[in-house]
């Protein structure tokens, strides 16, 4: 899981077969952990003799850097496609294509600006959480799709792979794990947030079951990185509402 969601270097060749991938999704919520853990810590040291703008700006380099923009990627080709006013063949052939087009562009330009907007605007409190743990709640909240949405390519794909050998068992302790990591390091409240950004999740899902009938490789992507602006966002409107 590692070695298929970050650029980490660990350079074993596990000979992965295609039961391993769904085999490993119980394993997710600690790779967001990492994820999140590495780019707290680019934020910290960039932020500790520089400003909390160039602090962010690393934050957001550091976040491509170590997941090699997998979802980045998989947002950009959601968004050429979903929303280029085609059919479902058609709209799955986009999404295919490694061109970029003008709505790909879009949706990684407003990715950039909503993260950028929403950690420069929470209290420093709640930065630690949100860089932390928006992955971990991201990679949960995809194991849930897993759960309740079917694949919709017929002839499979990257995505296909999780979905071939589905254990409900490992999928349960997958979501499990990850509302465990996020109490443990945040709190009730911090918890909380999964309730508004669950909404904005299910959202999403409706919009791509309408379009395509179901989930993708890239759709995973893009709701890893729907998940991840919805937790900070709901992060904010709880500060919001306490204070």
Same mark, same amino acid.
């Given at each position: 899981?590692?070695?298929? /969601?970050?650029?980490?270097?660990?350079?074993?060749?596990?000979?992965? =077969?295609?039961?391993?991938?769904?085999?490993?999704?119980?394993?997710?919520?600690?790779?967001?952990?990492?994820?999140?853990?590495?780019?707290?810590?680019?934020?910290?040291?960039?932020?500790?003799?520089?400003?909390?703008?160039?602090?962010?700006?690393?934050? #957001?380099?550091?976040?491509?850097?170590?997941?090699?923009?997998?979802?980045?990627?998989?947002?950009?080709?959601?968004?050429?496609?979903?929303?280029?006013?085609?059919? =479902?063949?058609?709209?799955?052939?986009?999404?295919?294509?490694?061109?970029?087009?003008?709505?790909?562009?879009?949706?990684?330009?407003?990715?950039?600006?909503?993260?950028?907007?929403?950690?420069?605007?929470?209290?420093?409190?709640?930065?630690?959480?949100?860089?932390? #743990?928006?992955?971990?709640?991201?990679?949960?909240?995809?194991?849930?799709?897993?759960?309740?949405? =079917?694949?919709?390519?017929?002839?499979?794909?990257?995505?296909?792979? /999780?979905?071939?050998?589905?254990? #409900?068992?490992?999928?349960?302790?997958?979501?499990?794990?990850?509302?465990?990591?996020?109490?443990?390091?945040?709190?009730?409240?911090?918890?909380?947030?999964?309730?508004?950004?669950?909404?904005?999740?299910?959202?999403? =899902?409706?919009?791509?079951?309408?379009?395509?009938?179901?989930?993708?490789?890239?759709?995973?992507?893009?709701?890893?990185?729907?998940?991840?602006?919805? /937790?900070?966002?709901?992060?904010?409107?709880?500060?919001?509402?306490?204070?």
């Amino acid at each position: 899981m590692i070695q298929f /969601f970050t650029r980490i270097p660990i350079k074993i060749n596990i000979n992965a =077969k295609g039961e391993d991938f769904s085999n490993g999704i119980v394993y997710m919520p600690f790779v967001g952990l990492i994820v999140g853990l590495f780019n707290y810590g680019i934020y910290i040291l960039v932020g500790s003799f520089s400003n909390e703008i160039l602090g962010i700006i690393f934050w #957001l380099i550091s976040n491509i850097f170590i997941t090699g923009a997998i979802h980045i990627d998989g947002l950009a080709d959601s968004c050429d496609g979903l929303f280029s006013a085609r059919s =479902k063949e058609r709209i799955l052939e986009i999404m295919k294509d490694s061109r970029v087009g003008t709505n790909g562009v879009i949706g990684i330009i407003l990715d950039f600006l909503l993260r950028f907007g929403m950690l420069y605007t929470l209290s420093n409190a709640a930065k630690a959480p949100a860089i932390i #743990l928006a992955p971990v709640a991201a990679k949960a909240f995809v194991l849930l799709l897993f759960g309740i949405s =079917k694949y919709a390519r017929p002839n499979g794909g990257m995505g296909g792979l /999780f979905y071939s050998h589905m254990s #409900l068992k490992r999928l349960i302790a997958g979501i499990f794990s990850g509302i465990l990591i996020i109490l443990f390091i945040g709190s009730w409240e911090t918890l909380a947030v999964l309730i508004p950004s669950l909404i904005l999740v299910l959202a999403f =899902k409706k919009i791509v079951d309408d379009k395509i009938g179901g989930m993708t490789g890239d759709t995973l992507g893009a709701a890893s990185e729907v998940s991840e602006i919805s /937790f900070m966002v709901s992060l904010y409107l709880l500060e919001r509402l306490i204070y």
